[in-house]
T-cell receptor, first 118, second 116 residues
């Protein structure tokens, strides 16, 4: 079974600084997707960034970028120029890529709570 | 707002009572998912639908849980004879899957259940 591990329960960063959140995963599949979702306090989960495993280029979305190391099964999220609105729980998630029954579910890590220090 | 909506947002019930939650997905999405999130944990998959067909159920979904999506649009999740261990946030998500295209899952705000 696939597992996703986030080893940092909590992180903090000064406003305008850069922070990196770690995620490792375990899978025997070659085709899969990885995601970072953000869950602000009492608000719904929103997608931050998505990476297809077959793509060698790391995904970027404005201030958010990932470092995808397929061989190491590592998928870290870098947030540049941190803003107060970035404060949230961040979840790393995995999904298989092949269209078959039973492969649609997202498998989440336990999350990292990010605090932004003004 | 055309996002995923869930009702109610909060539910407090007594142990042994039945509860039902509703999820309205993004209108053109054919896939609908239910997850459960307990305090301090990431969401865990419960079940999902392709249109009105329920394609997979997690072992977490005991016989007291039932989900439906009768017309391939909104979905309901019912918990019978609730137990204190059912207290959690119940999240709904939807996505569009067409051929080999598998789109991102978009989440609703969740229904927080407290069983006393």
């Amino acid at each position: 079974a696939q597992t996703v591990t986030q080893s940092q329960p909590e992180m903090s960063v000064q406003e305008a600084e850069t922070v990196t959140l770690s995620c490792t995963y375990d899978t025997s599949e070659s085709d899969y997707y990885l995601f970072w979702y953000k869950q602000p306090p009492s608000r719904q989960m929103i997608l931050v960034i998505r990476q297809e495993a077959y793509k060698q280029q790391n995904a970027t979305e404005n201030r958010f970028s990932v470092n995808f190391q397929k061989a190491a099964k590592s998928f870290s999220l870098k947030i540049s120029d941190s803003q107060l609105g970035d404060a949230a729980m961040y979840f790393c998630a995995y999904r298989e890529g092949v269209t078959n029954f039973g492969n649609e579910k997202l498998t989440f890590g336990t999350g990292t709570r990010l605090t932004i220090i003004p | 707002d055309t996002g995923v909506s869930q009702n109610p947002r909060h539910k407090i019930t007594k142990r042994g009572q039945n509860v039902t939650f509703r999820c309205d997905p993004i209108s053109e999405h054919n896939r609908l998912y239910w997850y459960r999130q307990t305090l301090g944990q990431g969401p865990e998959f419960l079940t999902y639908f392709q249109n009105e067909a329920q394609l997979e159920k997690s072992r977490l979904l005991s016989d007291r849980f039932s989900a439906e999506r009768p017309k391939g649009s909104f979905s309901t999740l019912e918990i019978q004879r609730t137990e204190q261990g059912d207290s959690a946030m119940y999240l709904c998500a939807s996505s569009l899957v067409s051929g080999t295209t598998k789109e991102t899952q978009y989440f609703g705000p969740g229904t927080r259940l407290l069983v006393l």
